[in-house]
T-cell receptor, first 115, second 110 residues
Framework: KAGVTQTPRYLIKTRGQQVTLSCSPI?????VSWYQQTPGQGLQFLFEYFSETQRNKGNFPGRFSGRQFSNSRSEMNVSTLELGDSALYLC??????????????FGEGSWLTVV | AQRVTQPEKLLSVFKGAPVELKCNYS??????LFWYVQYSRQRLQLLLR??SRESIKGFTADLNKGETSFHLKKPFAQEEDSAMYYCALSGPGSARQLTFGSGTQLTVLP
């Protein structure tokens, strides 16, 4: 069965632009969460979606947003890009929001460089 | 606030030696603890979780609530164990939100 798929894998954007990243969860998984990974801050939770609803949000500015579609695919958007947004953005999926017994599977990530 | 601390950024051991990767957490309640591993050029993957009390690839981890620790251990390290290891925590009410430690890069020397 295919794993979590993220597109694009690599992209370069200019300060002030916006970017949209896409994530396709494992078939049958309805929960999708996003993480930002940087050398300085490590892995930080961005937000989580289940059944097209945002269930949880991390401590990031409003420039970071996301959504989930009826087929569980998810997108995240970052507007007015700043140099500090350069990071690896990881998407993860799981069966559902209940924590016990549900394994979280990660994608390979989207490498974003802001210049 | 929940927090996960991995005090060692880098850890090197020789093949066949025991290895212990430390993880301490702070959480007021009953968290679920995980160890994730990232091999070179591969995606982050779950190694083990405390509720399973299982051994994966020879690794074990015991949750010590008194010391708020979840150290990862293996009695005989192998070269293929070289990877980045992350300890993570998830708490009730936070659904699938994971709080990660900063990670420990393990190198097993021949």
């Amino acid at each position: 069965k295919a794993g979590v798929t993220q597109t694009p894998r690599y992209l370069i954007k200019t300060r002030g632009q916006q970017v949209t990243l896409s994530c396709s969860p494992i078939s049958g998984h309805r929960s999708v969460s996003w993480y930002q990974q940087t050398p300085g801050q490590g892995l930080q939770f961005l937000f989580e979606y289940f059944s097209e609803t945002q269930r949880n949000k991390g401590n990031f500015p409003g420039r970071f947003s996301g959504r989930q579609f009826s087929n569980s695919r998810s997108e995240m958007n970052v507007s007015t890009l700043e140099l500090g947004d350069s990071a690896l953005y990881l998407c993860a999926s799981s069966l559902g929001p209940t924590q016990i017994g549900n394994t979280i599977y990660f994608g390979e990530g989207s490498w974003l460089t802001v210049v | 606030a929940q927090r996960v601390t991995q005090p060692e950024k880098l850890l090197s051991v020789f093949k066949g030696a025991p290895v212990e990767l430390k993880c301490n957490y702070s959480y007021s309640g009953s968290p679920e603890l995980f160890w994730y591993v990232q091999y070179s050029r591969q995606r982050l993957q779950l190694l083990l979780r405390h509720i399973s009390r299982e051994s994966i690839k020879g690794f074990t981890a015991d949750l010590n609530k008194g010391e708020t620790s979840f150290h990862l251990k293996k009695p005989f390290a192998q070269e293929e164990d070289s990877a980045m290891y992350y300890c993570a925590l998830s708490g009730p009410g936070s659904a699938r939100q994971l709080t990660f430690g900063s990670g420990t890069q393990l190198t097993v020397l021949p």
